[in-house]
């Protein structure tokens, strides 16, 4: 990873907040660099928000931001970071901040993304030829959207000049590599300290529990099968190719998923393909020949028939109450086919 951060008698961080934007990755960019002010006994780091037009902008809980400039005054911060959250698939794509984050970059500044971010980074074509992430419920869309984009599953990546995170507390361990790259070590392990965050992370580590964790079972067997299924969604493997995978008989495998999952391997794998394809029919434009071909169904016909047995609706109709529902004023309307999808 190459660390390459702009820096001269002080930084200027400008926050670019989207509608729907994370609190919780907001506070944990700016907080750090607050403490470490109070650490380093000045003012180093200083933050405006910004957004599209220099109005209010409401998070994801609800709460409102007042901005203190439009996009527009823009021009020539140290550090730029969009802050967005949920549905940022939706948001409209702006020319002009498209444009000054393009400057920005020309002129050798920082910028990058938070949270789920790196999605408009992406449609800007400033992740080309850069590691990055984002956070694990975007992962595979933007992967499957961009494929030729390197985007790992780490909490934070820092690539030359863009700096991107998951969001959440990955902020702030990136706001403490930053801290620590421009200050050393001992005054991020201080801001740390103040903060009371003790297990400070590296960018490399992973965004999600893992899979014992998630599913409360121990058995490596099954771990083993549950992370060859998420490995080869596009390309199902057999029940006796997973079982031999796993060095056990078909019939093992079947015994171990129904007492621990009360399913066979098959269907515990479709289920797993099924949400993929969810996941992807919200976050993505893509015909939904492609989604069901990315998560292993060979026709459409089979694909929908799978859909609505696990849930109620077509993969078409996902999608159109998932865009209804996101929709300005969507949630204000009742009795709708929509909102008894989407509120299953």
């Known amino acids: 990873m190459s ?31 607050r403490l470490a002010n109070r650490v380093l006994g000045r003012d180093y780091y200083q933050w405006k928000t910004y957004s599209l037009d220099g109005n209010s902008v409401t ?32 948001l409209p794509l ?5 444009n000054r984050l ?10 990058g993304a938070v949270c789920t971010g790196s999605y408009l980074l992406a449609r800007y074509h400033l992740l080309d030829g850069r590691r990055c992430t984002i956070h694990w419920e975007n992962l595979r869309s933007l992967r499957e959207e961009y494929p030729h984009l390197d985007v790992t599953g780490d909490i934070f990546t820092i690539d030359r000049n863009c700096m991107t995170c998951a969001g959440g507390m990955a902020a702030l361990d990136m706001m403490l590599r930053l801290v620590a790259i421009q ?17 400070t992370r590296a960018g490399e580590s ?16 099954i771990l083993d099968s549950i992370r060859i299924m998420d490995l080869h ?23 171990l998923f129904r007492r621990h999952f009360n399913c066979t391997p098959g269907q515990y794998y479709l289920r797993l393909r099924l949400e993929t394809a969810r996941d992807l029919l919200r976050r993505t434009s893509r015909p ?15 694909f929908t028939k799978c859909y609505r047995e696990r849930f109620l609706c077509t993969p078409t109709e996902e999608r159109q109450a998932y865009q209804w529902a996101n929709r300005p004023g969507g949630g204000k309307a009742s009795g709708s086919k929509a909102v008894r999808l989407v509120s299953k």
């Not at 393009?102 to 910028?111: E, S, W, Y």
């Not at 992973?206 to 067997?221: C, Y």
């Not at 199902?236 to 008989?249: D, G």
Request: charged residues 25%.
């Open 102 to 111: 393009r400057r920005l970059n020309a002129m050798g500044r920082t910028f």
């Open 94 to 98: 702006d020319a002009d901040l498209g």
């Open 206 to 221: 992973a965004q999600r529990h893992d899979i014992e964790a998630r599913t409360g079972i121990s058995n490596e067997k």
């Open 288 to 302: 939904v020949l492609d989604v069901a071909l990315a998560c292993g169904f060979a026709s459409t016909s089979h």
């Open 233 to 255: 969604i596009e390309d199902p493997l057999s029940c006796q190719q997973l079982a031999m995978t796993v060095n056990l008989s078909p019939r093992q495998l079947e015994r």
């Open 3 to 33: 660390d390459t951060i702009r820096e001269e008698n002080g930084q200027t961080l400008a926050l670019v907040i989207l509608d729907r934007f994370s609190m919780n990755a907001f506070s944990a960019v700016v907080e750090p660099l």
């Open 183 to 199: 200050h050393g070590a001992y005054i991020a392990h201080e801001v740390a300290e103040v903060a009371l965050y003790q297990n």
């Open 59 to 90: 998070a994801s809980n609800g709460c409102e931001i007042k901005a203190d400039y439009s996009i527009k005054d823009l021009h020539d911060a140290d550090i730029t970071l969009l802050c967005t959250g949920l549905d940022v698939e939706r």
